[in-house]
């Protein structure tokens, strides 16, 4: 009986909606086949790029240098102004510290002229300095300054040695005299003892009486002991002579030893010095690092506050050389980019839809590797100028992100990579 019901209300409805027309059909499936055509042809023409996505920094082989700070503070003093041309070593700028910049240009300048030999300048006739970090050291090399100068213009070794060479030449002419007193007593001895010969000759003929004859032997001993102490003095006369020569050695080598050991004390408090000049300039003077056009990028005016790190100045040589892209290949992926592959740049700071792309292709893709990725460089063409036509200003070094074109497959061919791999992997598995 319900299926009779059934039946009835089908047959109502297929009364109701009729039969529908062929043509309607025959079109219906012609279009649906159009339709299909299309998509297939679309398929097999529209092309999927497959992209590898990269930081990257586009830089030159000239790249325009910044100057960071180094410390915290404000700025003591700005010496140069926004797109003035800087050459390399300027003093662009002072951070605040302890110390008056303009003292330390001052003992900058009398260090220059301080030449290191043994005839040393005056101290420093600075007064009142105010060098903070670096007064110990200058103090300490005005104090070694102080000490040469006088160890030189007293020179009290050479009073002492010309004082014993003024008593030695005197104990020279001494030893003279005492030797022509030695010949001299020589002679009078030989002179005695002859005469002692002939008084003992004629005292042993009984002539003479024995006390002539004694005063005679006296006299022989007399001579001799003359002759003896004036031998007694030529030696003594020789060891004063030795004893003032090695004096005058000793006060040359102790002026030697003292003039050498003052003159290590200056070299040392000098290095000292200039070491804690430098490591002075380094944290607090701003120093051009290469020669070009300077541009102020995050110091406007002397109050306001730096961080260490922060980049003051861009120096952008007048030639830069070629401008170039170098980028990090992420290691997903770096097996596809190759050399001649079509990259497009998106800056950071310039929207691509608004500036366009900056467009280059890969040169070379680095063997070795960091933690990164693989660096790579990629060549501009049309340098810094954006699909748009848009000049993007070089004045330091640009950041973003590198899309690499590494295949340029149909839709179709990846509509039927999944099931050629299905198929292959199907395959291999029957074949094993």
Do not use: C
């Not at 002492?160 to 008593?167: L, S, T, V």
């Not at 006390?211 to 022989?220: C, V, W």
């Not at 290095?271 to 690092?289: F, G, M, N, R, V």
């Not at 280059?360 to 680095?366: E, F, L, N, R």
């Amino acid at each position: 009986m319900q299926n009779n019901k059934i039946n009835i209300k089908s047959d109502e409805i297929t009364e109701i909606l009729g039969t529908p027309p062929r043509w309607i059909v025959r079109w219906g499936i012609t279009l649906i086949l159009a339709v299909i055509g299309v998509v297939f042809i679309g398929s097999i023409f529209f092309r999927y790029p497959d992209a590898v996505v990269a930081p990257v920094v586009i830089t030159a082989e000239n790249p325009p240098s910044v100057v960071v700070a180094r410390t915290n503070g404000k700025p003591a003093a700005l010496f140069v102004s926004d797109g003035q041309w800087v050459t390399r070593g300027d003093t662009l700028g002072v951070i605040e510290n302890s110390s008056d910049h303009t003292h330390i240009f001052k003992l900058k300048d009398q260090l220059s002229k301080l030449a290191l030999t043994d005839s040393l300048p005056q101290p420093f006739t600075l007064r009142n300095l105010v060098l903070g970090d670096i007064q110990p050291q200058f103090n300490q090399l005005n104090r070694a300054l102080t000490i040469f100068n006088t160890f030189n213009r007293q020179q009290l070794h050479r009073h002492k040695i010309e004082a014993f060479e003024r008593e030695l030449k005197q104990y020279e002419l001494y030893t003279l005299r005492l030797k022509r007193q030695r010949i001299l007593s020589a002679e009078d001895v030989e002179l005695t003892h002859k005469q002692f010969q002939r008084d003992s000759a004629l005292y042993a003929a009984g002539v003479i009486a024995a006390s002539d004859f004694e005063k005679s032997q006296a006299m022989l001993l007399a001579k001799k002991q003359a002759l003896e102490s004036a031998e007694l003095s030529i030696a003594n006369t020789a060891i004063n002579v030795e004893r003032l020569r090695q004096s005058i050695v000793d006060q040359k080598f102790e002026h030697e030893s003292q003039h050498k050991g003052l003159r290590e004390e200056v070299s040392s408090t000098y290095s000292q010095l200039i070491s804690t000049l430098s490591a002075w300039e380094k944290s607090y003077l701003l120093i051009a690092s290469s020669t070009g056009k300077l541009s102020f990028m995050g110091i406007w005016s002397d109050v306001q506050e730096v961080k260490a790190g922060d980049p003051l100045f861009s120096i952008t040589p007048n030639n830069i050389g070629e401008v170039q892209a170098r980028l990090i290949i992420p290691f997903e992926g770096a097996g596809k980019v190759k050399s001649g592959q079509r990259v497009n740049i998106k800056l950071d700071g310039y929207s691509y839809l608004e500036f366009g792309l900056v467009e280059g292709i890969i040169h070379s893709v680095s063997s070795g590797y960091n933690d990164q990725g693989y660096p790579a460089l990629a060549l501009l063409p049309n340098g810094v100028t954006t699909s748009y036509g848009v000049a993007i200003s070089f004045d330091r070094e640009l950041l973003g992100t590198a899309e690499i074109t590494t295949e340029d497959l149909s839709l179709l061919h990846r509509l039927f990579s999944p099931l050629k791999h299905l198929y292959r992997s199907k395959v291999r598995k029957t074949s094993d």
